[in-house]
């Protein structure tokens, strides 16, 4: 997968995982991780899948309906190729916090609902749910912010709730942060991703 590694200053930090939404590079969310963690090492993915053009993740059939065969296929893709990248490029496989936007939270909230392994902690700003009817592996404690939109048109209120209950049914620690700014990821959003990423991996 195209990809960006860049090498971080503070070995102890956790290696951040960008996903881009869609129409997106593996550039878009480099000020991000910037802002998140500017010490730590990062990897940013290009999604293999283009519509119209646009870069993303996984297939979709229609506005907030996804292809579930390929979002299943793409997820185990994107699992395979981070266990490749971590030995390619030298980061610890289990030290890796998702940070997604849209299209690429949804492909990471897909990770935590295929493998109890895939992350030490995510952050999801405005995802769905990826798939229903799914057992969920063991995800204890695992902590998981959100970030949503109380007027979100393509992510509601309910699918973020229903997110929560989901993941936090399954053990992980879900934070959920409430912006009025729709669908767009804000700077205040950040901040609050932040903070709540200082509060949990910063040494």
């Known amino acids: 997968m195209k990809h960006i590694f860049r090498q971080g200053t503070d070995p102890a930090a956790p290696t951040l995982l960008l996903l881009h939404g869609t129409g997106g590079t593996e550039r878009d969310l480099l000020p991000i991780a910037e802002a998140l963690a500017p010490t730590a090492s990062v990897l940013s993915v290009r999604g293999n899948v283009l519509e119209n053009g646009m870069p993303r993740f996984f297939r979709r059939l229609a506005e907030g309906v996804f292809d579930e065969e390929d979002l299943v296929f793409r997820t185990r893709e994107l699992y ?3 266990d490749k990248a971590s030995v390619e490029h030298g980061f610890d496989r289990g030290s890796l ?3 997604g936007y849209s ?11 295929h493998f109890k392994d895939a992350f030490k902690g995510a952050i999801l700003h405005h995802p769905m749910v ?7 592996p063991e995800l204890s404690g695992l902590p998981v912010f959100i970030g949503a939109g109380s007027n979100d048109p393509i992510c509601s209120p309910g699918e973020t709730e229903e997110l ?5 049914q399954a053990g992980a620690d879900v ?5 009025r700014n729709g669908h767009q990821l804000t700077r205040t959003e950040v901040e609050a991703a932040k903070a709540w990423f200082d509060g949990r991996f910063a040494k």
């Open 80 to 82: 395979e190729f981070l």
């Open 97 to 99: 916090v998702a940070v």
């Open 103 to 113: 299209n690429g939270a949804n492909i990471a909230a897909s990770l935590l609902f």
């Open 130 to 136: 990826p798939l229903r009817g799914l057992k969920l």
């Open 164 to 168: 929560k209950e989901l993941l936090g």
């Open 175 to 179: 934070t959920v942060h409430w912006e």
